[in-house]
């Protein structure tokens, strides 16, 4: 083991022993060289062997103390060299103290590093929280949306129910509607049935096998019945081929009075009167109206001045 220079060295229990061996030998070396430095006694007087005799004795008294000193000093050496030898050396304890030291730096850190670990868990658990709580509000949101929606759902169900009821409905109406078109479409006067013409045309032949939606056929319904109306209010006036009383065609001017009546006056004046039937129209002649029918036709040509003329009408 090394030792420092300013450190004295430790004694061991044999330098203790010989320590205490030499203090005697050094005490009893004084005695003999105190004594050697004494001149030879002379020869004693003939009471002087007494004196020697009470020297040697006190001597014999006095060694087993010595002895007893030596003894004791050699035991205290021995035992403080065994307590130095018991004992942690300087290095020892430095080694001791470094190791400490480390190990406190080492829990520091760790305490530190676990510290702000903890910290930044403890920050990913909050963020986590709100992202869960965030993830909840829209999920509740979400489900509100998904009861909303099936609430609407469930009201829009009802209403293509009673939208598919109303359109059966409407199916069968204007299917009557388009065949008692198809019915009148010949009792309708000839200039009338020339306008309606193509939207009698779009009228289906089958309705349970139309290619055209239903709007489009109610549309087609209202357009032919907006036309009729308009010529049921009208006076219209048209040049036609009519057979004449003595059979031959001819070329005739037509009068018709809304949907209901109608008239004619060939260039020659005759005259006939018609009416509709399911079969289509029917003319009859008659000489007595051919003057009142010219007389109308004038009127409406700006001929004459507007007046009332009395016209047979045939109600059925």
Do not use: H
Not at 20 to 25: D, L, Q
Not at 28 to 53: I, V
Not at 66 to 72: I, P, T, Y
């Amino acid at each position: 083991m090394a030792w420092t220079q300013n450190e004295p060295e430790p004694r061991t229990s044999d330098q203790e022993g010989r320590t205490g061996g030499n203090k005697i030998e050094r005490t009893t070396g004084m005695k003999n060289a105190s004594k050697g430095n004494c001149r030879p006694p002379l020869p004693a007087p003939a009471g002087a062997s007494s004196g020697r005799a009470l020297l040697g004795t006190l001597l014999l008294a006095a060694a087993p103390g010595l002895v007893s000193v030596a003894a004791s000093s050699a035991g205290q050496g021995a035992r403080s060299g065994d307590t130095a030898q018991a004992a942690p050396s300087l290095e020892e304890t430095r080694l001791t103290m470094g190791k400490w030291i480390e190990t406190q730096q080492i829990i520091s850190k760790e305490r530190k590093e676990w510290q702000q670990g903890k910290e930044i868990l403890l920050g990913r658990l909050e963020l986590i929280k709100q992202e869960v709580a965030a993830l909840q509000e829209k999920i509740e949101q979400t489900d509100a949306g998904v009861a909303e929606v099936g609430k609407k759902r469930a009201e829009l169900v009802g209403q293509k129910d009673q939208l598919e009821s109303s359109g059966t409905r409407l199916t069968a109406v204007v299917g009557g509607m388009e065949n008692e078109l198809r019915r009148l479409f010949k009792a309708i006067p000839e200039p009338a049935r020339a306008r309606i013409q193509p939207l009698v045309q779009r009228v289906p032949e089958d309705p349970a096998n139309a290619r055209i939606s239903l709007a489009e056929r109610f549309q087609n319904v209202l357009g032919i019945l907006n036309e009729l109306n308009k010529a049921n209010n009208e006076i219209t006036v048209s040049y036609e081929v009519r057979q004449l009383a003595d059979g031959r065609p001819a070329e005739v001017q037509a009068l018709y009075v809304g949907l209901a009546q109608g008239y004619y006056v060939s260039a020659s004046g005759e005259a006939g009167i018609g009416q509709p039937t399911a079969e289509g129209w029917q003319w009859a002649p008659s000489k007595t109206v051919a003057a009142e029918v010219l007389e109308a036709l004038e009127i409406l040509q700006g001929k004459q001045s507007p007046a009332f003329v009395p016209l047979p009408v045939k109600i059925q």
